[in-house]
């Protein structure tokens, strides 16, 4: 997904953990559009993004999603009509 790739380039690497953590989820369409939920799975992940009073923030989620918008709709609009395609089949 392309989310996940960007942010896996994006995010600090100490001991891979969080790397390893960034997992994109099948989109899940409806009629009026759809999303894509991407799952951080270590309990920093959060504090990586946004920091703390005493961390500074290093965002990594936040621009792989605004710097891929085009893209990301692009892929869901493709993932949309093929699912049209195999339900009109």
Known sequence: MII??????????????????IQAQKPVLFKEGGYVEVIVGVEYGFYQEYGTWKMTP???????TYENVEAI???ME???GAEIDRALS
Request: aromatic fraction near 10%; charge should be positive.
């Open 78 to 80: 493709a993932q949309l």
């Open 73 to 75: 709709e692009k892929a």
């Open 4 to 21: 996940e790739t960007k942010a896996k380039l994006l995010c600090p690497i100490d001991t891979g953990a969080l790397y390893a953590s």
């Open 58 to 64: 290093w965002p990594f989620l936040r621009p792989a």
